[in-house]
């Protein structure tokens, strides 16, 4: 009976329900892919698209499903008029729970018709796949977010708690102007909340269709760059010496490659090593298993280390991106300048990183200094078991055999200013990738199409769960 149970469990994960093709859609999904394929369709990247009229067209569907004008806010900045977005409310039943929120970005990554083999901004079913930017990165989660709350509206559903949805513009390019430290700067009561949703969790597949884990995203690493910089008197290169700004920084390069940072757990790499380790069958899960258990343990950790994400939620990590020096061929150097990127573990900040960094060159000689434009610390949210709970049962009845693992981003997203203003956001799990990342900010972008129609059955229940919990 066991083995039965167990097989089915694995059939079930192999086949996930969901329509495969669109004349066998009911009438509700038909309207959410129509909504889908607009939004697809509204070129949103910053070179040739606007955020606005996608958010004045998600608008005109919540209207249509009932919501009044006096819950929608379009918002947007004079010096940036295509860079809007919206915020919407569902009002909750509770006085006394705080509000939660759907937060998804419109705008997408720059696509040039010659080099796709579609038109980027033609919506185009496939192969059990939809084609076109933004499919994956992130329209399908944007669709969901309006189509749950449309459903929600006509359904006459009334959450416990209010729910919530910011759409916003500049998570991929960020050029002009970022919607979300928009909002928390400037409307921070607009989607005050107890906690968000976002992108950066979801299922990932074998490659054939297989979804093999679920992912929930709490946390992510900082991104905080370094100059490095040396200065000498120079010379004639004709008469040189040993003292020289090039030299110098290169010994601090060097240097700089043979740091590692210390091994830094949190309850989400905890959580996520020992799962994810205990998912794999080879030495490395076995030494991913290993090193949760016992940070100490030096071996595993070489195991580990070897991979070049594992590494990098492991510990803080900084390498050199850009090198400049010297102003002539047949002078000395005057100065010699490198750049180099940290992405800072939760805990950490800029000024422990360069403590770190000044402590490892051990030379007073050179030079580090912090620069760029400063995105706030990254806040890391509680492993919350009333996020992760209902999350949980609900992998269990859509992918029974699958695990959901707590992952923590080596990247940055928009829920670094969410958390900076007190909202601890989470990357949900529901719709899935391939390993190849789906031309994600690449080329011909697709998302499978059992992907997009489950993943909104799940962030539908998924909503409603946490909306109406107690
Ligand atoms: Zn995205």
């Not at 998302?447 to 409603?464: A, M, P």
Request: proline share 6%.
């Amino acid at each position: 009976m066991r083995l039965r149970s167990i097989s089915l469990a694995l059939m079930l994960a192999l086949n996930v329900s969901g329509p495969a093709r669109a004349q066998e859609l009911r009438p509700d999904q038909a309207e959410f892919r129509a909504l889908y394929k607009e939004l697809v369709e509204t070129d949103t990247s910053v070179a040739t698209g606007s955020c606005t009229l996608a958010a004045e067209k998600m608008a005109a569907h919540l209207r249509a499903a009932g919501f009044a004008d006096s819950d929608l806010t379009l918002f947007k900045v004079e010096e940036f008029p295509l860079d809007g977005g919206l915020v919407a409310v569902l009002p909750g039943t509770s006085r006394s729970l705080k509000p939660m929120l759907l937060l998804g970005h419109l705008d997408v990554v720059n696509a040039r018709r010659e080099d796709w083999e579609r038109d980027p901004y033609a919506f185009i079913e496939e192969n059990g796949y939809f084609y076109g930017r933004g499919t994956s990165d992130m329209k399908a989660m944007v669709a969901t977010w309006v189509d749950t709350l449309a459903r929600f509206k006509k359904e006459g559903f009334k959450p416990r708690r209010t729910i919530k949805m910011a759409l916003t513009c500049g998570e991929e390019s960020g050029a002009r102007l970022n919607g979300a430290e928009w909002l928390a700067a400037n409307k921070p009561d607009l989607i005050a909340a107890e906690f968000a949703l976002n992108e950066g969790g979801g299922g990932r597949t074998d490659g054939k269709g297989t979804v093999l884990t679920q992912a929930i995203q709490v946390g992510e690493k900082s991104n905080r760059t370094f100059e490095f910089t040396t200065t000498n008197p120079g010379g004639h290169s004709s008469t040189p010496v040993d003292d020289n700004a090039i030299y110098e920084l290169s010994d601090a390069l060097v240097k700089l490659r043979a740091y590692k940072f210390p091994v830094r757990f949190n309850d989400t790499t905890r959580v996520f090593f020992a799962k994810a380790g205990a998912a794999r069958k080879d030495d490395l899960g076995v030494a991913m298993m290993a090193l949760a258990k016992n940070p100490a343990d030096k071996a595993a950790e070489a195991v580990v280390s070897g991979d070049r994400s594992f590494n990098s939620m492991l510990r803080t990590t900084c390498v050199a991106t850009m090198l400049s020096g010297g102003h002539a061929s047949n002078a000395l150097p005057q100065r010699a300048t490198a750049t180099v990127n940290c992405r800072v573990v939760p805990g950490e900040d800029a000024d422990t990183t360069k403590a770190a960094l000044v402590a490892a060159i051990g030379d007073p000689k050179v030079d580090v200094k912090l620069v760029g434009r400063l995105r706030p610390v990254a806040v890391p949210p509680p492993l919350d078991p009333r996020i992760i709970k209902p999350a949980e049962t609900l992998v269990a009845k859509y992918f029974p055999g699958v695990p959901l693992i707590p992952t923590m981003s080596t990247g940055a997203t928009d829920a670094t200013y969410l958390g900076a203003v007190g909202i601890p956001t989470y990357g949900v799990p529901g719709g899935w990738g391939d390993p190849d990342g789906n031309g994600t900010h690449g080329l011909n972008e697709r998302r499978e199409v059992k992907s997009v129609f489950v993943g909104r059955d799940f962030l539908y229940d998924l909503v409603k769960a946490l909306s109406d919990a107690k």
